[in-house]
């Protein structure tokens, strides 16, 4: 079935280090590709998303680029802060339901 | 404005009672989700409704969760009997309209511990 797969956290970095969180989907169709944020306390909420292949989304410093060919959706920050410190989940969506399917989360924790 | 809300936030039941979690969405989103998400774990989809039909309940991990959305807009997710593996946050979403460029809003969750 439809899945993501990312990389397994925690994660814990200085400020102004480069992020990288790795995910990889696998789907039968054309899915669409998500970021989802869930800052401490809070609940999840959308961080970026690309629809179709070569896209990239972006948003607050965070990229990522939509790669069929290595079915890959990575996320990337070139200079994170300690507001940073969240989990992150990647996520895909096939069809037209919303229907999300999402990865185990990724704790980064930013150090000052 | 007022995003999604669910209550209770924290819930504790003994193995083999009722509980019902309460979902009130966006007002005018559509669409209608509620995810489970045990510890350390990504959200597992549970369901989903559009409006007030649920076009899919094939996350649902036994027959007792039931969920519910009578007039289009609140919905409840009741698990009859709880077990420790009920043990979990439950997450509701909802969304404007369709993926996917409707994005899910997120409630806080309703932690559920069974003991």
Redesign the interface.
Known sequence: GDSVTQMEGPVTLSEEAFLTINCTYTATGYP?L?W?VQYP??????LL?A?KADDKGSNKGFEATYRKETTSFHLEKGSVQVSDSAVY?C?L?V???????????TRLTVKP | GA??SQSPRYKVAKRGQDVALRCDPISGHV?L?W?QQAL??????LT?F?NEAQ??KSGLPSDRFFAERPEGSVSTLKIQRTQQEDSAVY?C?S?LG????????????TRLTVT
């Not at chain 1, 306390?41 to 959308?46: D, F, I, N, S, V």
């Not at chain 2, 350390?40 to 989809?45: A, D, L, R, S, W």
């Not at chain 2, 369709?98 to 969750?109: C, I, K, R, V």
């Open positions: 669409s998500f989802y306390g809070e609940g999840l909420q959308l998303k629809t989940f996520a969506s069809g037209n339901n919303n229907d999300m399917r999402f990865g185990a989360g | 995003g999604v669409s989700f995810y350390g774990q990504g959200p597992e989809f989903y559009q076009l899919d997450l979403a969304s369709q993926a996917p460029n409707s994005p899910l809003h997120f409630g806080n969750g």
